[in-house]
């Protein structure tokens, strides 16, 4: 499991899923949420689905990361798209265009927008949201839902953050706290989109969900899946790796 939740300890994990959660237990479960693929620094080998009832798009990729603060993802197949390639650095992010062989900044007031025509925001796949720093969490539910214990948290964006969603809403498995699904909702309080996650295997000794299905509220039919075919975490990263010239590859 992850680090946060091997910090809790078992007994106190039992003693928490009978007793109301403090605001420091319900921030540790966020936190190891968000952070639940990467790890100190991870390598991940991942199909991504489009699909819209006119048309389905199949890209894969590879996704190394650091820390929260470092991003790099370079997709491989198919052809026509191999090499294409974004890079976050801190609050700094690019995309590398092959066919013109250009580096193209990504504005911070373009985090909102597509990435690769999916339905995951810039800011989805690079995560330059950290959810415990940007957002107010509580506990809205905490109990039985369809015969299974799970934990329900509404975090919102604080005042000064600079974020994508005004509200976001998980669920959370108490037995594991590996989440269900989460609902992203704008700062006018409309429901944009859902996120479903399934098929939890263990990787790398980790338990996670390989898929992770994010749905448009406004676009129904539509949906894209992240599959993730391998996973592995505290991998040794070359010390360029992070760099502008990588985004272009060997």
Do not use: C
Not at 82 to 100: E, F
Not at 105 to 117: E, F, L, Q, Y
Not at 155 to 162: E, F, L, R, V, Y
Not at 209 to 231: A, C, I, N, V, W
Request: zero cysteines; hydrophobic letters at 40%.
């Amino acid at each position: 499991m992850g680090i946060a939740v091997l910090a809790l300890g078992v007994g106190r994990l039992q003693a928490m899923q009978k007793a109301p959660l403090s605001p420091d237990d319900a921030k540790r479960i966020i936190d190891h949420v968000d952070r639940l693929m990467r790890g100190d620094s991870s390598r991940a080998t991942v199909e991504m689905l489009v699909s819209t009832p006119q048309w389905k798009r199949s890209t894969r990729m590879t996704i190394w990361s650091e820390k929260t603060e470092n991003v790099l993802i370079r997709i491989e197949a198919p052809k026509k798209d191999a090499g294409t390639a974004t890079l976050r650095v801190g609050h700094n992010m690019w995309n590398y265009l092959p066919k013109i062989d250009r580096v193209v900044r990504v504005p911070a007031s373009m985090m909102m927008v597509s990435w690769m025509g999916s339905h995951f925001t810039n800011d989805d796949l690079v995560k330059e949201t950290r959810i415990i720093r940007d957002y107010n969490i509580e506990t809205a539910f905490q109990g039985a839902r369809d015969g299974t214990d799970v934990y329900e948290f509404t975090a919102t964006a604080k005042a000064d953050a600079a974020v994508v969603w005004g509200r976001i809403v998980y669920e959370v498995r108490q037995a594991d706290t590996l989440p269900v699904w989460a609902r992203f909702y704008a700062e006018d309080g409309t429901l944009k989109a859902t996120a479903t996650f399934s098929d939890y295997a263990t990787m790398d000794g980790r338990v996670v969900p390989t898929r992770l299905r994010m749905t448009p509220q406004d676009k129904p039919g539509e949906f894209t899946e992240m599959h993730y075919l391998s996973l592995a975490f505290n991998v040794a990263i070359p010390p360029n790796m992070f760099a502008l010239n990588s985004l272009r590859g060997s």
